[in-house]
């Protein structure tokens, strides 16, 4: 069973850039992994931002990209807002079945 | 406008079933896969299974915490997704939601299932 692995928490300054980065125990990470990307605020559903890698939806601010980085995926944030603070979560089928991160939480301060 | 929702939660005991049900509108269901992806109280995301669109065979896939207690189905005739989850456990307890691919990307509100005595 694929393990997935994401930071547990991060923190940005407001105006600020951080990456996070989604491991998975198969090895690296590439675009046949088919990277998602996803925020959760409290008592929310979660809401696709990134998928295949690089990809956004109408809805995604473009602020957050999504890229491969040194045999991950990675999503990033450039110029973090006081509403970006939520828990992302990846999502990656390298082995033939999803399974997401365990989630990182990030903290906007 | 894109809507998922979700039905079918409740209590249920450990042993028991329970069949979910998620309604889709404002798109074009009959070509869209569909997941199930869970969430227990205070933890992640955990994904639960997928069905492929009956045009590319309308199989499915299931990931490995609950892939012999469960079934994807779904009715294009009627734009509903069904998880059929039987022999139920505590450690099932979650929010459940339906989502579309996530190349779609639409998630419903999600239905709590609540498994216990």
């Known amino acids: 069973q694929t393990v997935v692995t994401q930071e547990p928490s991060l923190t940005v300054s407001p105006g600020g850039t951080v990456t996070l980065t989604c491991a998975s125990s198969t090895g690296a990470v590439t675009s046949g992994c088919y990277p998602d990307w996803f925020q959760q605020k409290p008592g929310q559903a979660p809401m696709t931002l990134i998928y295949s890698t690089s990809n956004k939806h109408s809805w995604t601010p473009a602020r957050f990209s999504g890229s491969l980085l040194g045999g991950k995926a990675a999503l990033t944030l450039s110029g973090a807002q006081p509403e970006d603070e939520a828990e992302y979560y990846c999502?990656?089928?390298?082995?033939?079945?999803?399974?997401f991160g365990g989630g990182t939480k990030l903290t906007v301060l | 406008e894109v809507q998922l929702v979700e039905s079918g939660g409740g209590l249920v005991k450990p042993g028991g079933s329970l069949r979910l049900s998620c309604a889709a509108s404002g798109f074009t269901f009959t070509n869209t896969w569909m997941n199930w992806v869970r969430q227990a109280p205070g933890k992640g995301l955990e994904w639960i299974g997928r069905?492929?669109?009956?045009?590319?065979?309308?199989?499915?896939d299931y990931g490995t915490p609950l892939k012999d207690r469960i079934t994807i189905s779904r009715d294009d005739s009627k734009n509903m997704l069904y998880l059929q989850m039987d022999s139920l456990e505590t450690e099932d307890t979650a929010v459940y939601y339906c989502?579309?691919?996530?190349?779609?990307?639409?998630w419903g509100q999600g239905t709590l299932v609540t498994v216990s005595s």
């Open positions: 989502t579309t691919g996530f190349s779609r990307g639409y």
């Open positions: 069905i492929r669109s009956n045009v590319d065979g309308g199989t499915t």
């Open positions: 999502l990656l089928n390298c082995a033939g079945t999803w399974a």
